[in-house]
């Protein structure tokens, strides 16, 4: 069963910054469109930002100029560079990932807490 492996979450101040990494658990499973999604407690999931196989992105937009999203092939890994962290950017962060053959898969999210 391929998964998605996250990690990078944690605790930062307002300000800071983090770096989120997803990478899938077997090679079988290629990221075509590779995604960051976010939920707060008592909100629906929303997205943060994509990216397509030709490196197109896109964001929400209150992360745009903070957050970059970015993949690396080689590493079948999609990464999450989040800057100038703000206390409403808290939340469980969940990536999702599409296989042309093997379809969509997400990860088991990663808590990102900023602190004021």
């Known amino acids: 069963q391929v998964q998605l492996v996250e990690s990078g979450g944690g605790l930062v101040q307002a300000g800071g910054s983090l770096r989120l990494s997803c990478a899938a658990s077997e090679r079988i499973f290629s990221i075509n469109v590779g995604g960051w999604y976010r939920q707060a407690p008592g909100n629906e999931r929303e997205l943060v930002a994509t990216i397509g196989f030709s490196g197109a992105t896109n964001y929400a937009d209150s992360v745009k100029g903070r957050f970059t999203i970015s993949r690396d092939d080689a590493k079948n890994t999609v990464y999450l560079q989040m800057n100038s962290l703000k206390p409403e950017d808290t939340a469980v962060y969940y990536c999702?990932?599409?296989?042309?053959?093997?379809?969509?898969?997400w990860g088991q999210g990663t808590q990102v807490t900023v602190s004021s």
């Open positions: 999702n990932a599409i296989d042309r053959r093997l379809g969509s898969r």
